[in-house]
């Protein structure tokens, strides 16, 4: 199999940097950006981050424990446009890039170095410097052979000047320094059947036969391995691939443990109005919701519900969601975190059923909500529970 030369181009602390590009007085101070109003910290500067300031942090505590630092609401309208002047930066350099998220984006460089007249780090250099005059925001870029190589790189890029490249004789090394949860795609389902398995390490995974990998991971399992060993079995491509599902789910905001019902239905809703907003991006609907609590002892309970007709209308879903949380909740156990999970999705141009046609009142509510959040900040409006 041919080699492929992958760069995964990571946008650091994209939120924030957007803040600092768009005011420059942000620049070099400890700054955050809060989900709402009332939200929780989302996105935090390297001096925010130094302070102590953590994710996820509620705005009432961060405030109170750092004042010194500024709290911006999160603008999403304002980062899909620097995403979309990041990405447009990319078409530069390769025909062949694949964007992941809104701050993230595969490229395939593979025989770009006779058109630069350059190495691929070199070029990587190059890409960093576009980006960075052309829209001012900062990027890591992890350089390898396969997508998931190249994820390993762009994390460690972060800590290592910007540019992080797992070269052939690279890759035994970084596969033995690195756990079997930091592999993307692993999941944690299958990363618990690894280590049960004694499979603690990356390095390990790819001694094991291919017969034994798909027998306890499936096909995938035997596809991760060859990315791991530099294969690219996962090609860049362009062609936009709607998702399979939308989940949303973090540990509970001010990072304690709770049992309270209301704590719970108010992290539940906060969840559902994420996925649904996501939903809604992507032109989509569900057929199907599930709710997720995690107990303080890592055990968790998931209760799943398919729904008569596919919607992406918040209020319809959260009545659905107050129907499944009893069925998991117990007063007096506590619980560490929450989550929602939207399955069974279909989106705008394939064959809906009978079922789906759209309510125009939730229709029209539902791009109130979307407006409301382009001009005040996400989580400026959400659901009652």
Same mark, same amino acid.
């Given at each position: 199999?041919?080699?492929?030369?992958?760069?995964?181009?990571?946008?650091?602390?994209?939120? *924030?940097?957007?803040?600092?590009?768009?005011?420059?007085?942000?620049?070099?101070?400890?700054?955050?950006?809060?989900?709402?109003?009332?939200?929780?910290?989302?996105?935090?500067?390297?001096?925010?981050?130094? !302070?102590?300031?953590?994710?996820?942090?509620?705005?009432?505590?961060?405030?109170?424990?750092?004042?010194?630092? +500024?709290?911006? *609401?999160?603008? =999403?309208?304002?980062? =899909?446009?620097?995403?979309? #002047?990041?990405?447009?930066?990319?078409?530069?350099?390769?025909?062949?890039?694949?964007?992941?998220?809104?701050?993230?984006?595969?490229?395939?460089?593979?025989?770009?170095?006779?058109?630069?007249?350059?190495?691929?780090?070199?070029?990587?250099?190059?890409?960093?410097?576009?980006?960075?005059?052309?829209?001012?925001?900062? *990027?890591?870029?992890?350089?390898?052979?396969?997508?998931?190589?190249?994820?390993?790189?762009?994390?460690?890029?972060?800590?290592?000047?910007?540019?992080?490249?797992?070269?052939?004789?690279?890759?035994?090394?970084?596969?033995?320094?690195?756990?079997?949860?930091?592999?993307?795609?692993?999941?944690?389902?299958?990363?618990?059947?690894?280590? #049960?398995?004694?499979?603690?390490?990356?390095?390990?995974?790819?001694? /094991?036969?291919?017969?034994? !990998?798909?027998?306890?991971?499936?096909?995938?399992?035997?596809?991760? /391995?060859?990315?791991?060993?530099?294969?690219?079995?996962?090609?860049?491509?362009? /062609?936009?691939?709607?998702?399979?599902?939308?989940?949303?789910?973090?540990?509970?905001?001010?990072?304690?443990?709770?049992?309270?019902?209301?704590?719970?239905?108010?992290?539940?809703?906060?969840?559902?109005?994420?996925?649904?907003?996501?939903?809604?991006?992507?032109?989509?609907?569900?057929?199907?919701?599930?709710?997720?609590?995690?107990?303080?002892?890592?055990?968790?309970?998931?209760?799943?519900?398919?729904?008569?007709?596919?919607?992406?209308?918040?209020?319809?879903?959260?009545?659905?969601? +107050?129907?499944?949380?009893? /069925?998991?909740?117990?007063?007096?156990?506590?619980?560490?975190?929450?989550?929602?999970?939207?399955?069974?999705?279909?989106?705008?141009?394939?064959?809906?059923?009978?079922?789906?046609?759209?309510?125009?009142?939730?229709?029209?509510?539902?791009?109130?909500?979307? +407006?409301?959040?382009?001009?005040?900040?996400? +989580?400026?409006?959400?659901?009652?529970?």
């Amino acid at each position: 199999m041919k080699k492929r030369v992958i760069a995964l181009v990571d946008c650091d602390s994209f939120f *924030v940097s957007c803040e600092q590009a768009d005011d420059k007085g942000y620049k070099g101070t400890p700054t955050c950006v809060i989900s709402g109003k009332n939200g929780c910290v989302i996105s935090r500067s390297k001096e925010a981050k130094q !302070l102590g300031v953590r994710m996820g942090m509620p705005m009432f505590m961060a405030r109170k424990e750092f004042p010194e630092a +500024n709290y911006i *609401v999160a603008d =999403h309208h304002k980062y =899909h446009e620097y995403s979309k #002047r990041v990405m447009e930066c990319l078409n530069d350099y390769s025909p062949d890039i694949e964007i992941v998220s809104v701050d993230e984006a595969y490229i395939d460089l593979t025989g770009t170095r006779r058109l630069f007249k350059k190495d691929y780090v070199e070029i990587c250099k190059q890409i960093r410097e576009t980006i960075l005059e052309k829209t001012d925001i900062p *990027v890591s870029i992890g350089l390898s052979y396969s997508k998931i190589l190249a994820k390993l790189a762009s994390d460690k890029a972060k800590h290592t000047g910007g540019i992080f490249k797992i070269g052939k004789n690279d890759i035994i090394p970084v596969l033995s320094k690195t756990e079997i949860d930091e592999v993307c795609g692993i999941g944690r389902a299958n990363a618990l059947t690894l280590k #049960r398995n004694g499979i603690l390490l990356a390095s390990e995974l790819i001694q /094991k036969e291919d017969l034994w !990998l798909k027998s306890k991971l499936g096909v995938n399992g035997i596809e991760l /391995k060859h990315e791991l060993m530099g294969e690219c079995v996962s090609k860049v491509s362009s /062609k936009y691939e709607p998702p399979k599902s939308i989940q949303s789910t973090s540990t509970i905001c001010d990072g304690t443990f709770s049992d309270s019902l209301d704590i719970l239905k108010m992290e539940l809703s906060r969840h559902l109005h994420t996925a649904c907003a996501r939903l809604r991006y992507h032109k989509g609907k569900c057929s199907a919701i599930g709710v997720m609590l995690r107990r303080k002892d890592f055990v968790t309970l998931y209760e799943k519900l398919n729904l008569i007709k596919p919607t992406d209308f918040e209020l319809t879903l959260q009545k659905t969601v +107050n129907e499944l949380l009893p /069925k998991i909740y117990k007063r007096g156990i506590l619980y560490r975190s929450t989550g929602i999970v939207l399955e069974n999705l279909s989106f705008e141009g394939e064959q809906l059923s009978l079922f789906s046609q759209e309510n125009e009142k939730e229709k029209n509510l539902s791009k109130c909500i979307d +407006n409301i959040e382009k001009k005040f900040g996400r +989580n400026s409006i959400r659901t009652g529970f």
